[in-house]
């Protein structure tokens, strides 16, 4: 495992500036409907919830809210500093999690896949720690209209540009108030990223989108199948 992380640089910053002007709960202040998409895709629940990026653990009193117990890992020291008091937490490679296999009846990966150059080994992953029956709960920045190749300065007229097709990881953005000009980003194009689930063995089972006009946000929920008798 690498001894430093591309969020450790900004740590600080994300905790103190992007997301205490980005804390979701309703309405005008969650435009993107995490809170709506996190509640309506993991839904109420016990047991443990398995988060993978967990970062700075924003989301582990939602998760609680449901009747699970959250738990998380992360690559980033930098981030799990702020994560303390949130959620129990360990700094581990989500492509290599120190977790039983078939032990954990939820995952989730919230906002992070973009962030995962390996995600087709991160969802292999996530899938052996899971239960028979067990969900998987994935939102993340919509891949058909965000990205280096997606100018969403007129959110009215977002403008697709050269590049979807293409998966990649860029610094690109139309923004300088975001993360993706400060650490990159991984680019997988829908079909791509659909594809990811299937192959870890998962079982698609809902789509929802946030964010208008135009989405910005894709979430799925996909079940690990029981093995056949």
Do not use: N
């Amino acid at each position: 495992m690498a001894s430093t992380a591309a969020y450790d640089e900004i740590a600080d910053w994300y905790e103190e500036e992007f997301i205490a002007g980005q804390r979701y709960g309703s309405g005008r202040d969650d435009p993107l409907d995490l809170d709506g998409l996190l509640r309506g895709m993991l839904g109420e629940g016990e047991g443990t919830c398995l988060e993978i990026g967990c970062g700075t653990g924003i989301h582990a009193a939602r998760v609680r809210s449901l009747g699970r117990t959250p738990v998380g890992v992360d690559l980033s020291g930098g981030m799990l500093r702020h994560a303390r008091g949130r959620l129990p937490a360990a700094r581990a490679d989500a492509a290599r999690l120190p977790v039983l296999d078939a032990s954990v009846p939820a995952v989730l990966a919230m906002m992070v896949h973009t962030d995962m150059p390996r995600y087709p080994a991160v969802l292999a992953e996530a899938a052996r720690v899971l239960r028979p029956g067990g969900v998987l709960v994935h939102i993340g920045v919509h891949p058909c209209f965000c990205g280096g190749f997606a100018d969403r300065g007129d959110p009215d007229a977002v403008v697709i540009g050269p590049g979807y097709l293409d998966g990649h990881w860029t610094k690109a953005s139309w923004t300088d108030r975001g993360v993706r000009d400060k650490v990159g980003a991984t680019h997988l194009p829908l079909p791509e990223l659909l594809g990811v689930f299937t192959a870890a063995g998962l079982v698609l089972s809902r789509f929802a989108e946030g964010g208008r006009p135009t989405p910005a946000v894709l979430a799925v929920r996909a079940v690990k199948p029981h093995r056949a008798r």
